[in-house]
């Protein structure tokens, strides 16, 4: 696991109340939940569609419920959940309006990151002709499964058409905050949402 | 599977309960007797038990061989044994034959104590709950007061749910696997047409062929035909049959010309030599009337506030029979309820029979999982 990764999930860790209970979609091997439950004691899920990963979030002692995120989030409760969390996972969905309205249905609190594409070093790979490739965004472009990739500036609009209130957004660089032209020199940007 | 983990040489076991079971329906059992087994070894402290609940056709005998040259193992082999993934080094494993049950348990092939004759017809109908308490008290019989966990596949599956329901308290663990909150329209027409093929035999004598020294066999194996039909995907009976000829030639008659048929017959003819068709008929039934929300207007989450054991539940793709569906109904009866569960959709192309099969990602699931039981011992 990156130190960027990590610093990540302090954020996360840092926007989740004591004790909460926390869905995660798209949980890989369970090392966010993991890291909420041994630092918040949250009463946590994992969704994860993959076998392997669904395997090793079960070794981790976790509750993972494996499908697929595209299908919506039919067999939970609206409201039953304190916050839902899609980490770093937004950019491989297709249905992503779909998705993000579940979460602000199932969730109080919703916590989104995503790899910034508008940052500056993809935006020169881009000039120099070349599909960026980076820590945040590590595939070629004939084998990335991130297939919805977008800026800040992209999500901000995404959110006010879709009536989504941002309460709070956190743009990071190898882990420190920026503040200025986050959109340029962010690397990773973190949007705690909730539905208007 | 290599043979040294094998729980080896087994024995069967009877236990007499000679205080009356209330069943479901309202009749009683003034007494009744259960065959059970067990393998591995109850620790000190009484809590490493685990219940093998079977499906329909399925007995006490989980594991291992009564004799070195058995042709087959007990039924869920491929589970336990020492380092297998429900491991008797770790766990006290206990299969128990279902009331109205044709191995030894009472049903209708054992004496009515009343009538000191063979109960026959009047072997009353049994309930999933009844199945549960009677288990319940052979698990007070072996003085163990709470069970590590209940697990099972199918109507198995069901007897797992059920224990949580019956007895919170006394199960920490629910494994249920390819099993359903109640069985849909066309799967309880499944198991009509099984039972009307019994029923209408000539040689079933309204349930006391005993007497006439006759057995419905011809019911029972298209009974069972259909039942193998079902258990398999499209795609796995595709894969293994075709429409691969038996003879090589098309023989323009009745007689078997596919090898699908000659699987179905095989399948029939031996499970009608061997298996009872009274127990047939209430298995069957006793999978119908499970339906545990049915006292809560068909709200499953309200049926389980009482739950407290933490739940796997695993389903299989190519499962049409308790397709993955009805197994994320029970999933979300379980997270309303905030309680601890995953929820495993295994790809495998065998259906319903795929909870029997030894997949290693399957197989990977189950001894996660066990691991996960054994620290907690």
Not at chain 1, 141 to 155: A, R, S, V
Not at chain 2, 11 to 20: E, G, I, S, V
Not at chain 2, 141 to 156: K, P, Q, R, T, Y
Request: proline share 4%; aromatic share 12%.
């Amino acid at each position: 696991m990156s130190a960027q990764f990590r610093q990540d999930f302090s954020v996360i860790a840092n926007w989740i109340p004591f004790g909460a209970k926390v869905l995660d979609l798209g949980c890989a091997d369970g090392s966010l939940l993991k890291f909420l439950e041994g630092s918040l004691e949250v009463k946590g899920y994992g969704i994860e569609k993959n076998d392997a990963h669904w395997l090793n979030t079960l070794k981790q002692g976790l509750n993972v419920i494996q499908m697929d995120l595209e299908s919506g989030l039919s067999g939970f409760e609206s409201q039953s959940f304190d916050v839902v969390v899609l980490s770093q996972t937004l950019q491989a969905i297709h249905n992503i309006e779909k998705i993000v309205y579940e979460m602000c249905r199932v969730g109080k609190e919703v916590i989104v990151t995503f790899p910034n594409f508008g940052y500056w070093r993809h935006r020169i790979q881009l000039i120099q002709g070349q599909m960026p490739v980076s820590k945040a965004l590590p595939y070629e472009w004939y084998n990335t499964p991130n297939i919805h990739l977008c800026t800040i500036k992209d999500f901000d609009e995404f959110c006010i058409k879709n009536k989504i209130g941002i309460k709070e957004r956190l743009i990071l660089t190898y882990g420190k905050p920026i503040h200025f032209m986050p959109n340029l020199m962010g690397e990773l940007a973190m949007y705690r949402l909730v539905s208007k | 599977m290599s043979e040294k983990n094998s729980v080896g040489l087994v024995k069967a076991k009877l236990a007499q309960f000679t205080k009356p079971l209330k069943l479901t329906s309202g009749k009683k059992l003034p007494s009744y007797t259960l065959a059970y087994e067990t393998y591995g070894k109850l620790n000190a402290k009484k809590n490493n038990a685990v219940i093998v609940c079977h499906a329909l056709s399925g007995n006490h005998h989980v594991a291992g061989r009564y004799k070195k040259d058995d042709k087959y193992p007990g039924w869920w082999d491929n589970l336990i044994g020492p380092g297998r993934p429900l491991d008797t080094d770790r766990f006290f494993v206990i299969g128990i034959n279902n009331l109205g049950g044709c191995h030894g348990t009472s049903g209708s092939m054992s004496i009515n104590p009343k009538t000191k004759k063979l109960w026959g017809s009047d072997f009353p109908i049994v309930t999933v709950e009844d199945w549960v308490n009677s288990q319940a008290a052979l698990i007070d019989h072996l003085g163990i007061e709470s069970l590590a966990a209940v697990i099972g596949g199918s109507i198995g599956g069901m007897q797992a749910m059920q224990w949580t329901l019956s007895y919170p308290k006394r199960v920490r663990h629910a494994i249920v696997i390819a099993a359903a909150p109640n069985l849909t329209a066309q799967n309880v027409a499944f198991n009509e047409v099984a039972r009307q093929a019994i029923i209408t035999d000539p040689d079933f004598y309204n349930g006391d062929y005993y007497r006439f020294k006759k057995k419905p066999k011809r019911g029972l194996r298209v009974a069972r035909m259909l039942g193998h039909i079902t258990y398999l995907s499209d795609d796995a009976m595709d894969s293994k049959f075709g429409r691969k000829l038996k003879n090589k030639n098309i023989e323009y008659s009745f007689d078997v010309n596919f090898e699908m048929e000659s699987y179905l017959h095989h399948q029939g003819d031996k499970f009608a030599e061997e298996f009872d068709a009274n127990t047939y008929l209430r298995m069957t039934r006793a999978l119908d009337y499970f339906d545990p929300a049915i006292e809560y207007q068909g709200n499953l989450s309200k049926a389980f506030k009482k739950v407290e054991a933490d739940f796997l539940v695993v389903s299989f793709t190519s499962d049409w029979r308790f397709s993955p569906q009805r197994s994320k109904e029970i999933v979300k009866a379980l997270l309303d309820n905030e309680l601890t569960v995953s929820y495993a959709e295994v790809t495998a192309e065998h259906g319903h029979d795929a909870f029997l099969m030894s997949d290693p990602h399957y197989h990977g699931i189950l001894t996660t999982y066990f691991k996960k039981i054994a620290n907690q011992l």
